[in-house]
């Protein structure tokens, strides 16, 4: 019966000491179970922090490619479409407004490559491709400034180039102006020289009053000798073009020519019962003189 009885507790004592084994054990395992899985969060949350960071990298080497496609195409256009003399003020505008739009995004990609920059230079990454691909594109925004600063050297140059254009047409408008003034007073003199060239002058009237404005002197008919040059009435007398003034109506049912004209050169004929001069011979009729005087009853 002892015996049993200490055998029984032998097994007990085993069945303890094993239960106390696997309690340690088990608490052991669940100690470096939790650590594992503490280190395999800290690196998934490091390794979400890396790929986030990368993809900031590349998202704004994306943004600084897709703002360099747009300069290129924006400088093309501008190429194709050069400012030239005769560019128009709306033209001139619109590329001035390319060519800002075009700073403002090599701007943008300046600030973007910085940010980058200083991004990678803090990391712990050492990517060296992604540093090839930063300088690469550093390279690049260069070489855009400089072809922006050479078109908008151009544009300056065209613009100052139609500026002194416009300076010489307006000088040339001014000179053009001052031509068509001075061939207008020279045509105008060359009229009135042409006039007074052809120019004659003719009375008609009885002779009282052909002696009252001293045109007949009491002694005479009217003749190159015998006009008071300075002394008779010009005023009296109407001015024509010889050229053109072929009838003279003298209102009177009699008339008789005191100047001297050529007999062949005009007739004097009745019409509606009145007498008119018909000149047939412009220039033989005025050739001896300038002045027609003629006596009407």
């Not at 239960?19 to 899985?37: N, P, R, T």
């Amino acid at each position: 019966m002892n015996k049993k009885i200490s055998y029984s507790k032998i097994r007990l004592f085993s069945v303890i000491i094993l239960v106390a084994i696997l309690s340690v054990s088990c608490g052991k395992q669940s100690s470096d179970y939790k650590k594992l899985k503490a280190q395999n969060d800290s690196l998934l949350k490091e390794k979400a922090k890396l790929e986030s960071e990368v993809d900031d990298y590349f998202s704004s080497i994306n943004q600084i490619q897709e703002n360099l496609e747009k300069i290129k195409s924006t400088e093309n256009v501008i190429s194709v479409e050069p400012a030239g003399e005769e560019l128009s003020q709306d033209a001139r505008t619109r590329i001035n407004e390319d060519i800002n739009y075009l700073n403002e995004l090599l701007q943008t990609n300046k600030d973007e490559l910085a940010r980058l920059k200083s991004r990678l230079s803090k990391s712990s990454l050492k990517l060296t491709e992604l540093e090839r691909t930063i300088a690469r594109l550093t390279k690049t925004l260069e070489e855009e400034t400089a072809r922006i600063a050479y078109l908008e050297q151009q544009l300056a140059e065209k613009d100052t180039l139609i500026a002194k254009m416009g300076s010489t047409i307006n000088q040339m408008g001014e000179n053009i102006n001052t031509l068509t003034t001075e061939n207008k007073s020279k045509e105008e003199k060359i009229k009135q020289l042409d006039e007074n060239l052809h120019a004659a002058w003719y009375v008609f009237g009885s002779r009282k009053e052909l002696i009252d404005q001293k045109i007949l002197t009491p002694k005479g008919i009217f003749r190159r000798t015998e006009v008071l040059k300075d002394t008779f009435n010009k005023d009296y007398f109407v001015r024509i073009d010889a050229r053109n003034a072929k009838t003279i109506p003298l209102y009177a049912s009699k008339a008789k020519i005191l100047t001297t004209h050529p007999a062949s050169s005009y007739t004097i004929e009745k019409q509606d019962g009145k007498l008119v001069l018909i000149i047939v011979d412009p220039a033989a009729f005025w050739s001896v003189s300038k002045y027609l005087v003629i006596e009407v009853d």
